[in-house]
């Protein structure tokens, strides 16, 4: 799956640091340069979408959503409205989104969303997470999910624990679990279907301003592992967010998973990346019309590397490939 539903907040960052300029037709080029880029279906089979993009159209007309469907790519949506910083909980946040998510699933669904996404912050600091934070998160995450559900769409539950800091791997092995398991529990009393879900947790991997910063090898059995203990063998798939790791990390880990413990998943280990596919188009395309085909062909080959790495068949060479 390709994440490329970032908030007006978030896209509007990622322009700037790009010296794109911040305005709602800009934001609508770059998602119709996405959608439309050739061959993006041999990879991509997702894409989650913004409020701003479900609503806009290509140059030609064509809503963004029907541009993917007609390529055999589902749309899916956002749903949740940010995460803020929670009330007494210095340096932690809650995700706000619940209040009339009814009635926008029922409206999404009338646009062609047939699945959702809920991305809740983990933060690892100086005695953060704390369990109220967590709670809460997960509170969220399963009332979310409870409501995709009972509208037939399929929920992307998302905890993200956070890169930032300088925690070690094992610190985010403990964290992630708890989260994990905490969430899992949740879901559970809140009667979600764990055959109807997708799971989009981030990898194990030390933060990053860690001095020791661990091998591909060692990150990725550190996540299979922390996923093992606390993902029930009923979710179908597990999708990664990419959490701001370099696009060729987050191939190797992700390949190294599938290839190293092949025998031992019982979901598929898949990915939901933002950053790590969109990220080098981005910065090649610059707002700029006469690099829409090259940043094309950027995206196209990140997302290739990807899908190879869902079957663990990634290797260097394919980012020679031009
Ligand atoms: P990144 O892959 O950039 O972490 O984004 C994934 C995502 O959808 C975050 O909600």
Redesign the pocket.
């Known amino acids: 799956m390709l ?1 490329m ?1 970032e908030s007006n907040l978030t896209c509007n960052k990622r322009f700037a640091a790009a010296g794109i300029p911040q305005t709602i037709e800009m934001r609508r080029s770059y998602r119709e340069l996405i959608v439309t880029t050739p061959g993006l279906n041999e990879s991509i089979g997702g894409a ?1 979408l913004y409020d701003e993009t479900i609503r806009q159209q290509t140059k030609n007309g064509v809503p963004i959503a029907d541009v993917l469907m007609k390529a055999g790519i589902i749309p899916g949506i ?1 749903v949740d409205m940010g995460a803020k910083q929670m009330a007494g909980f210095p340096g932690e946040k809650v995700t706000d989104g619940l209040d009339g998510l009814r009635d926008r699933l029922a409206e999404y669904k009338t646009m062609g969303a047939r699945f959702a ?1 809920w ?1 809740a912050v983990i933060a690892i600091g100086d005695k953060i997470p704390t369990n109220s934070c967590i709670e809460a998160n997960v509170h969220a995450l399963a009332r979310y999910a409870a409501s995709c559900q009972e509208a037939d769409i399929v929920p992307i539950v ?1 905890p ?1 624990v956070l890169m930032d800091g300088n925690h070690t791997i094992q610190s985010c092995f403990e964290i992630t679990e708890r989260v994990l398991k905490i969430l899992f529990y949740q879901l559970y009393k809140y009667r979600i279907d764990f055959g109807g879900m997708i799971l ?1 947790p981030n990898m194990v991997i030390a933060g990053t301003g860690c001095t020791v910063q661990n091998s591909v090898d060692e990150v990725a059995e550190a996540t299979v592992n922390c996923l093992l203990e606390s993902v029930p063998a009923a979710v179908p798939a597990v999708a ?5 790791q370099f696009p060729e990390d ?1 191939s190797k880990h992700l390949n190294a998973m599938n290839k190293n413990f092949q025998n031992r998943l019982p979901w598929i280990l898949t990915f ?7 990220q080098p188009a981005l910065d090649l395309w610059k707002g700029q019309a006469a690099n829409v085909e090259q940043a094309q062909k950027l995206l196209y080959k990140r997302a290739k590397c990807d899908a190879a790495a869902r079957r663990g068949q990634y290797n260097n060479e394919m980012e020679n490939f031009n």
């Open positions: 994440a539903d989650i956002k996404k991305r998302e993200e989009k990664f967010l990419s959490g701001g987050a939901s990346f933002a950053r790590a596919i969109q």
